[in-house]
């Protein structure tokens, strides 16, 4: 049976798509983005702990540390390594505040 040309062509490329998937070596065109969200949510999270620098709003660092770390987390998906580390900076920095006001202050 003769396929056409296209059909040859998306038959090799999805044998080719399923053996990276297999070997974990397929990174799409998500890279570069999970690196820019991961970057904006350190970001949000960076401009949400200015008042929690505030004494009596420390504890807001309790909600503000788990997102910076889901924010690497999703940096970790990501093809580069800004955004995670901008992240991981954003919560060391957080968690910082938190153990100095011993976690309520």
Same mark, same amino acid.
């Given at each position: 049976?003769?396929?056409?040309?296209?059909?040859?062509?998306?038959?090799?490329?999805?044998?080719?798509?399923?053996?990276? *998937?297999? %070997?974990?070596?397929?990174?799409?065109?998500?890279?570069?983005? *999970? &690196?820019?969200?991961?970057?904006?949510?350190?970001? @949000?999270?960076?401009?949400?702990?200015?008042?929690? @620098?505030?004494?009596? %709003?420390?504890?807001? &660092?309790?909600?503000?540390?788990?997102?910076? *770390?889901?924010?690497?987390? @999703?940096?970790?998906?990501?093809?580069? &390594?800004?955004?995670? &580390?901008?992240? %991981?900076? @954003?919560?060391?920095?957080?968690?910082?505040? %938190?153990?100095?006001?011993?976690?309520?202050?």
């Amino acid at each position: 049976m003769n396929l056409p040309i296209f059909a040859q062509m998306a038959s090799a490329y999805r044998l080719a798509l399923s053996r990276c *998937l297999a %070997l974990g070596q397929y990174r799409g065109h998500d890279g570069p983005m *999970l &690196n820019i969200l991961s970057g904006f949510i350190g970001l @949000v999270t960076l401009i949400l702990m200015i008042p929690a @620098v505030i004494p009596l %709003l420390g504890a807001l &660092n309790w909600i503000l540390v788990p997102l910076a *770390l889901f924010g690497a987390l @999703v940096g970790m998906i990501s093809s580069k &390594n800004g955004g995670r &580390n901008f992240c %991981l900076i @954003v919560a060391g920095f957080g968690a910082l505040r %938190l153990f100095l006001g011993g976690g309520i202050f």
